[in-house]
Nanobody, 123 residues
């Protein structure tokens, strides 16, 4: 069974750091994009950072210069290093990935989400 699991959230003071991890497991042929979204109470889910299979990245303006997304293709894992955290970064963070798998004659790309990990930044 193909799954995506995210972890690493917690409670941190403003200015602190956290590293989130996202691991894809199962019989996966390839992982295309991997990204992180977040959803604060009463707000829509928003894209925070994205990384392609080739390593190209892009970020929301609100996190540029503070967050870094990376991936280890050998481990089917993506990371989100968050520094300089602010109270407005408080949200549930979700990993998302486009995973390619299936019978060899009919590989297809499927969208998967992690269960979410809570990040709380106190002032």
């Amino acid at each position: 069974q193909v799954q995506l699991a995210d972890s690493g959230g917690g409670l941190v003071q403003a200015g602190g750091s956290l590293r989130l991890s996202c691991v894809a497991s199962g019989n996966i042929f390839r992982i295309n994009i991997m990204d992180w979204y977040r959803q604060a109470p009463g707000k829509q889910r928003e894209l925070v950072a994205r990384i392609t299979s080739g390593g190209n990245t892009n970020y929301a303006d609100s996190v540029k210069g503070r967050f870094t997304i990376s991936r280890d293709n050998a481990k089917n894992t993506a990371y989100l290093q968050m520094t300089g955290l602010k109270p407005e970064d408080t949200a549930v963070y979700y990993c998302h990935a486009e995973l390619v798998y299936g019978p060899s004659s009919s590989l297809a790309s499927f969208s998967h989400w992690g269960q979410g990990t809570q990040v709380t930044v106190s002032s």
